[in-house]
């Protein structure tokens, strides 16, 4: 009996081990497989965010620090711009836009972020209102520069300047935006008299321009023409600025584009000038291809006119064929704060062009065209009342 009731009693325990815990590792067996591989973090390959490494999706430790601005005076050109200065811990990537809507200047900087330094620093409130630093993620950052009204893509610059250990000087992001020049209201009166009109000769010492077929430079023929208008528009009384008088460059030899050309738009800022008159000779890879076309770029109601005035003035004597008037963003118009025109005369590679422009009696023809149409300018200038 003893043993059967042993038998009993091993029996009841080993069906009760099989009905409660058998399934259970059976379970366990299961989920186990189902589980992520739980093996320790140090068998994965990690990247330390401690090490500072440019590592996509890592947080970075370089810091916008500080900013300073101040306002630089140009004593020769009487320009003026604000010059806003950021220092950060280590280099940056800089790009920028401008945004009409604000009026804004918007620069995103990749590689750092906004460290301790104000949210926003007030500016001198002419040439811009404020700047705004934002966090746009743990990487980058922006400095959002508002302003008082919208400039062009040429009224700033932005560059970043390498650390200055010698001169205790960190990286830098550095933004110079140019004061905007205070639009003109015009009052003109008719005639020629008293006014001041500055005559531009394109290209000259260094820059020949084009050359025609038979070797005729470009900066020969417009010199002569300009000299040519300003003796005529002495003898009716005005006062006549020439932006180069003989064959040099303006700014200086082999000057870059910007250079030289702004230059020539300086003789006419400077001297307030009433109008400017920038005299050129087309060329053209199709040697029969010819005209006279006249070029303006929109800064007032007046630069239209006074396209219109001189084209016709330059067809009327030199009977070429007319080309007409276009808009056109060429430095010089665009630069100049009165009214101003570019007129290609001709085709230097015409090569009955070509002879015309060369000749004594043809710049003589056109310069007249050119005079005709200033007079014709100012009078219907006087008719309109003034205005910007």
């Known amino acids: 009996m003893l043993n059967l009731r042993r038998f009993r009693s091993i029996f009841l325990s080993l069906l009760l081990f099989m009905m409660f815990f058998v399934p259970q590792i059976s379970m366990a067996e299961t989920l186990d497989n189902n589980v992520p591989d739980a093996r320790p973090a140090a068998s994965v390959p990690i990247l330390k965010s401690a090490i500072s490494l440019p590592v996509a999706g890592a947080a970075t430790t370089n810091q916008l620090n500080s900013a300073r601005w101040l306002v630089h005076k140009d004593a020769v050109e009487g320009t003026s711009k604000l010059r806003l200065v950021i220092d950060t811990s280590d280099p940056v990537i800089v790009s920028s836009t401008l945004d009409g809507n604000g009026p804004q200047l918007v620069l995103d900087i990749k590689g750092a972020v ?22 746009k993620d743990g990487n980058n950052s922006q400095a959002i520069v508002d302003l008082p009204a919208m400039i062009d893509d040429g009224d700033y610059k932005v560059f970043t300047l390498k650390s200055d250990t010698a001169n205790k000087k960190s990286f830098r992001v550095v933004v110079d935006i140019n004061k ?96 400017f008159v920038s005299i050129h000779i087309n060329a053209f890879s199709n040697p029969t291809v010819g005209g006279t076309a006249t070029y303006y770029y929109q800064k007032s ?80 200038a006087a008719k309109r009342g003034g205005g910007l």
Not at 124 to 131: R, T, Y
């Open 114 to 135: 906004v460290g301790d330094l104000d949210d926003s620093i007030t500016l001198d409130g002419q040439i811009a209102e404020k700047v705004r630093f934002i966090k």
């Open 180 to 275: 905007p020049v205070p639009k003109v209201v015009y009052n003109f009166t008719p005639g020629l008299r008293n006014k001041v009109i500055v005559i531009d000769p394109g290209h000259g010492g260094s820059d020949p321009g084009a050359i025609g077929p038979n070797k005729v430079q470009e900066k020969t023929v417009t010199l002569g023409v300009a000299q040519k208008v300003k003796a005529m528009l002495e003898n009716a009384g005005a006062k006549v600025l020439m932006t180069r008088q003989t064959d040099v460059d303006v700014y200086g030899p082999n000057a870059s584009a910007v250079d030289e050309l702004k230059a020539r738009t300086i003789v006419a800022n400077n001297n307030k000038a009433d109008v």
């Open 301 to 380: 109601n007046y630069d239209a006119l006074l396209a219109t005035c001189i084209q016709d003035g330059l067809v009327a004597t030199g009977g070429l064929q007319d080309r007409g008037t276009y808009p056109a963003g060429f430095y010089v118009i665009k630069r100049t704060t009165m009214p101003s025109i570019l007129a290609e005369l001709g085709f230097i590679s015409n090569p009955a062009e070509e002879k015309l422009l060369s000749t004594y009696q043809f710049q003589q023809q056109m310069a007249q065209g050119i005079v005709q149409g200033l007079d014709k300018f100012f009078s219907q």
